[in-house]
């Protein structure tokens, strides 16, 4: 039950902006947009994550528009090291109130020299 | 310290076979997860444990077992698994449940099952 689309690949060249899209049409309102990404045969790594506003951190920087129905997370300066699958996940809801990563199928971004 | 490790990397087990998969943590984090990620596929949760209790299991078969024996410990026991059981099994931890707290991976453990 992925509430996410995301395309499936996207390629960048080393040194420029990666812009990847995500698209979160049936996101309510106190759903929160989270980016993890997964380098070849490691975990998953948290990246950033956000309500409303743009986000930045050391790692990324999240664009969400004004009506939330979508999201681009932007990695400025692209490096070979950032080759892996991107996931853009809307928090789910478990019993009891607590809250789930919903992994969709991801983007998989592949850098090149 | 923000690492999660897992042991083993790797395991081998027969269908008849008992082995358990270990999850360690030193983040003081109360919630920890495991989560099992097939081929080319997105992680998938299983169990969620919250102050050491089982708190969230994704209807998994009783094959896995999960224990968690103190706070920084998470343990999942194997017995009697199928062929299509063989996947990544990774362990993650947060601050708290209601996700305002990322959550923190292990490298996890690449189990096949013959």
């Known amino acids: 039950d992925a509430k996410t689309t995301q395309p499936p690949s996207m390629d960048c060249a080393e040194g420029r902006a990666a812009n990847l899209p995500c698209n979160h049409s049936t996101i309510s309102g106190n759903e929160y947009v989270y980016w993890y990404r997964q380098i070849h045969s490691q975990g998953p790594q948290y990246i950033i994550h956000g309500l409303k506003n743009n986000e930045t951190n050391e790692m990324a920087s999240l664009i969400i528009t004004e009506d939330r129905k979508s999201s681009t997370l932007i990695l400025p300066h692209a490096t070979l090291r950032d080759t892996a699958v991107y996931y853009c996940i809307v928090r789910g809801y478990l019993s009891g109130g607590y809250n789930k990563l919903i992994f969709g199928a991801g983007t998989r971004l592949a850098v090149h020299p | 310290d923000t690492e999660v490790t897992q042991t083993p990397k790797h395991l081998v087990m027969g269908m008849t076979n008992k082995k358990s998969l270990k999850c360690e943590q030193h983040m003081g984090h109360r919630a920890m997860y495991w989560y099992k990620q097939k081929a080319k596929k997105p992680p998938e949760l299983m169990f969620v444990?919250?102050?050491?209790?089982?708190?969230i299991n994704e209807s998994v078969p009783s094959r896995f077992s999960p224990e968690c024996p103190n706070s920084s410990l998470l343990n999942l026991h194997l017995h009697a698994l199928q062929p299509e059981d063989s996947a990544l099994y990774l362990c993650?931890?947060?601050?708290?449940?209601?996700?305002?707290?990322?959550?923190?991976f292990g490298p996890g453990t690449r189990l096949t099952v013959t």
């Open positions: 993650a931890s947060s601050q708290d449940l209601w996700g305002y707290y990322e959550q923190y």
């Open positions: 444990y919250s102050y050491e209790k089982l708190s």
